[in-house]
């Protein structure tokens, strides 16, 4: 049973930074496509970007330039770096992972989920 741990979230004012961890337990991680999603208050969840088992990152368009993931299989844990945070941004963010390839932006396509970690952007 794969298990997805999310955390990092927090408080930060706009302009601000933070860096997301989802740590993998149970499974292949580095097999794995790793993805991060978000979903703010009365909003649908909303794809932020993806991580291949090799390759460079993907990204949403709003994500591109501020937003950075990375992996590291060693330590079976996928990052997610955010820089220049926006009132906007501020949501449940969610790590997901599964075995199929190819360009994942739905959350359907992910067998396994994090809890969620909290990230509120104040102005």
């Known amino acids: 049973q794969v298990q997805l741990v999310e955390s990092g979230g927090g408080l930060v004012q706009a302009g601000g930074s933070l860096r997301l961890s989802c740590a993998a337990s149970?499974?292949?991680?580095?097999?794995?496509?790793m993805a991060w999603f978000r979903q703010a208050p009365g909003k649908e969840r909303e794809f932020v970007g993806l991580s291949w088992s090799g390759g460079s990152p993907y990204y949403a368009d709003f994500a591109k330039g501020r937003f950075t993931i990375s992996r590291d299989n060693a330590k079976n844990t996928l990052y997610l770096q955010m820089n220049s945070l926006k009132p906007d941004d501020t949501a449940v963010y969610y790590c997901?992972?599964?075995?199929?390839?190819?360009?994942?932006?739905?959350?359907?396509?992910?067998?396994?989920w994090g809890q969620g970690t909290q990230v509120t952007v104040s102005s």
């Open positions: 149970g499974g292949t991680f580095s097999r794995y496509t």
């Open positions: 997901a992972g599964g075995p199929r390839a190819g360009l994942m932006s739905r959350g359907s396509m992910y067998d396994y």
